[in-house]
């Protein structure tokens, strides 16, 4: 078993998740099995409780975990699947060291972070190592070395990497080479004193990922090479992306990073073959076709509240050939200026998931606009219950429809709390998660799309459909295409008289991959070309 450390120095945001996912992508496409791992250093148990603004997108997996948006990086860059033992944060590692102190299992001893903390750490790496079996596990620290919280981490590595043996082992440290616009060059100043504190505490990188905005000379490769003691090669320039963040692991692959990754790990497989990236590339960059698809939201200044969201509907843009031009628009812009000057020119409207009621009113009247002019329409988990209190409103003419999570006293609950959440008062991991199975109606646009009756998809909500309505709004062409197996809850509803009007209660964004685009997405996208063709002038 091979393990390699991803850390990363100077400034946050610099990619970290997504240079630890392409390396994940180069090692699998060299047949190797690997296996992903994010720590965060953050005292919360997951992000579930905290706030976009805070933390972006949370992103759910499979078994109900809230995770950190790198994991979806993961999944989309590799075959992996994930659980809930891929994301270790601080609150979770004390909270099972206080509950073993609690139950006596330090035997009298002085609880302390080293080795009590450090150890619950480095058993985490063990057990993924030894549930998933994989050839090779990435481990992602969060945070930027120097952080305090993220000490414990450091220390755990290192020790970690000091048990398995140096060939067992290998630690990669993503850094930042700033363009000094006044001085015109790059500056290797603050990776070599991110190195030196790296060093300080125990940990030497051997491989260096330089995020830079400029190419990274030979003769600044030379001087990071000599002052922070790593190989000239292992001086690896990783420069942004022109098009697309699928383009990082070829940038890598060009930088040799694979090839390095194996011989110090001493794996003997063979070269990778990137051609289905490549072909993901062309697409992407050369696209045939052309379309501009609104995202309606609420926490839209934010690069990466809805990440999943704008990957997926680049994949379904992949799916169709087509470039996807995304405009971001605030629902609240909705509200001032109304939907007609907002939403002119797009092709296709998103209305993404959501919490609380800033914005509410600018979504449905997206929704309407969508509806009323036939253009197609994805909702997503609160994008349903948006099309829903919509509907309602405006066709069946219930006055104040609304969902009681904004209107606890609406005459209309079209949108109402589902049954099993009525007890529920801790906030933290309690929402209905995960995967769960639905089961499509034949005959319907959702059934025709997945090619399937049966499908899973992951959710994170508290709200759902009101049963009360289901009738009523059945007779006006309000399309129940999917429903839980027990019938009860409604998962899919789509517009019998509307070209693509379809929205889920959960969330398919995080099940796309560019190689495998959603079926949703790609039917909304295909939608969206479609009528990028028949539009009247
Ligand atoms: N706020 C809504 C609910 O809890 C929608 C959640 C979501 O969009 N993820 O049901």
């Known amino acids: 078993m091979k393990y390699i450390f991803v850390t990363g120095g100077v400034?946050?945001?610099?990619?970290?998740?997504?240079?630890?996912a392409s390396i994940g992508t180069l090692l699998e496409n060299r047949g190797l099995k690997v296996a992903l791992q994010k720590f965060d250093p953050y005292l919360?148990?997951?992000?579930?409780?905290?706030?976009?603004?805070?933390?972006?997108e949370v992103y759910v997996?499979?078994?109900?975990?809230?995770?950190?948006?790198?994991l979806g990086h993961y999944e989309r860059f590799t075959h992996t699947k994930l659980t809930r033992l891929n994301n270790l944060t601080s609150g979770q590692v004390y909270q099972a060291v206080l509950n073993n102190e609690r139950d006596g299992k330090y035997l009298g001893k002085t609880v302390q972070v080293i080795p009590h903390v450090t150890d619950e750490i480095q058993n985490r790496i063990k057990l993924l190592a030894e549930t998933t079996k994989a050839d090779v596990v990435i481990t992602e620290i969060g945070g930027t070395t120097g952080d305090i919280e993220g000490l414990p981490f450091l220390e755990?590595?290192?020790?970690?990497?000091?048990d398995v043996g140096p060939h067992n082992a290998l630690f990669v440290h993503v850094t930042y080479v700033p363009f000094i616009k006044a001085a015109g060059e790059l500056k290797t100043k603050p990776t070599q004193q991110s190195v030196a504190k790296l060093r300080e505490i125990g940990i030497a990188p051997q491989i260096l990922i330089c995020r830079c905005e400029r190419p990274l000379e030979k003769e600044l490769r030379l001087k990071i090479s000599m002052f922070c003691n790593v190989p000239f090669e292992a001086v690896v320039e990783e420069k942004d992306v022109d098009h697309s963040i699928y383009e990082v692991p070829l940038m890598l692959q060009r930088e040799r990073v694979d090839d390095q990754v194996c011989r110090a790990l001493h794996l003997d497989v063979p070269a990778p073959d990137m051609s289905p990236w490549q072909e993901i590339i062309r697409k992407l960059i050369a696209p045939q076709h052309r379309v501009r698809i609104g995202v309606v939201g609420k926490?839209?200044?934010?690069?990466?509240?809805?990440?999943?969201?704008?990957?997926?509907?680049?994949?379904?843009?992949?799916?169709?050939?087509?470039?996807?031009?995304?405009?971001?628009?605030?629902?609240?812009?909705?509200?001032?200026?109304?939907?007609?000057?907002?939403?002119?020119?797009?092709?296709?409207?998103l209305v993404p998931g959501g919490f609380g009621e800033r914005g509410i009113e600018g979504k449905?009247?997206?929704?309407?606009?969508?509806?009323?002019r036939k253009l197609p329409y994805l909702g997503l988990c609160l994008g349903m219950q948006i099309a829903t209190i919509e509907f309602g409103r405006n066709v069946l003419g219930l006055k104040g429809a609304h969902s009681t999570e904004f209107e606890p006293n609406t005459p209309h609950p079209v949108i109402a709390m589902l049954d099993s959440q009525l007890k529920v008062t801790k906030k933290g991991g309690t929402m209905r998660l995960g995967a769960q199975p639905c089961q499509l109606a034949v005959g319907t646009k959702a059934a025709r799309l997945y090619g399937a009756f049966v499908v899973n998809e992951r959710h994170r909500h508290r709200f759902e459909f009101n049963n009360a309505y289901r009738e009523k709004y059945q007779k006006a062409g309000f399309v129940f295409s999917g429903l839980s197996p027990d019938g009860k809850l409604v998962e899919v509803i789509e517009l019998a008289d509307h070209p693509f009007f379809l929205a889920s209660q959960f969330h398919p964004e995080f099940l796309s991959k560019p190689h495998q685009p959603h079926p949703l997405f790609r039917g909304f996208i295909g939608a969206a070309h479609q009528r990028t063709l028949h539009r009247p002038a």
């Open 364 to 372: 449905i009247q997206a929704a309407q606009f969508a509806r009323e």
């Open 156 to 162: 755990a590595i290192r020790e970690f990497a000091q």
């Open 61 to 70: 997996l499979d078994d109900g975990a809230e995770t950190d948006l790198d």
């Open 11 to 20: 400034i946050s945001s610099l990619g970290k998740g997504l240079t630890a």
């Open 299 to 349: 926490y839209i200044e934010l690069q990466d509240a809805y990440k999943s969201v704008y990957e997926a509907i680049s994949h379904g843009g992949i799916a169709n050939d087509c470039g996807v031009a995304i405009e971001k628009i605030e629902a609240e812009e909705i509200e001032k200026h109304g939907a007609d000057k907002v939403l002119a020119g797009v092709s296709g409207v």
């Open 44 to 56: 919360n148990v997951d992000p579930g409780t905290m706030s976009p603004f805070q933390h972006g």
